[in-house]
């Protein structure tokens, strides 16, 4: 079902629309999560994946592949959570060449509170505004999106 060439009216129309709405609800949760609880969506990101995992800790390799970022600005991020002492990096008990990175109890506290801010923003801007039918559709749509491109390797510039 693959098309060529330019997009029709209609799906330039949908594709800006979702590239809009998606930058704009982006936008609004990093910059609610910034001012009532002084992290960004990536710091929120990061601290989540942690928290998901099996006692709260991932090695960082693992948390770069979960929060979609480079090993380097992962890095960055986690230090910066460090220095906050909301995430705690130790060298990994199994394997001594890799590091772990660890949700701290003062991390896991701002997440909690953080969380239930990001899923009241959610809602506000997302799920209550389009019909549980769209929303599965939407889901049922990005699950496709999201295992093509796991299944395609992203190409490098």
């Known amino acids: 079902m693959a098309g060529s060439g330019w997009l029709d009216d209609a799906q330039q129309r949908q594709w800006r629309s979702y590239v809009e ?7 609004v949760r990093d910059r609610r999560l910034r001012s009532q609880h002084n992290v960004s969506l990536a ?3 990061i601290l989540m994946r942690l928290s998901e995992a099996p006692g709260g800790r991932l090695r960082m390799a693992d948390l770069a592949e979960l929060s979609y970022y480079s090993r380097s600005r992962l890095s960055h991020t986690v230090a910066r959570l460090e220095v906050r002492q909301l995430v705690q990096r130790s060298e990994d ?3 001594k060449r890799g590091v772990v990175a660890s949700l701290t109890e003062t991390g896991r506290a701002v997440l ?3 969380a239930k801010d990001n899923v009241q923003t959610v809602r506000e801007h997302f799920v209550d505004v389009v ?3 769209e929303l ?3 889901g049922r749509a990005f699950r496709k ?3 093509k491109l796991h299944e395609t ?3 490098q510039p």
Request: proline share 7%.
């Open 136 to 138: 599965e559709t939407i």
């Open 43 to 45: 710091d929120f990101e």
């Open 145 to 147: 999106v999201a295992a």
């Open 153 to 155: 390797p992203l190409e």
């Open 21 to 27: 709405g998606s930058a704009l609800l982006l936008e």
């Open 93 to 95: 008990d199994e394997d």
């Open 112 to 114: 909690v509170k953080a």
């Open 131 to 133: 019909s549980p039918a």
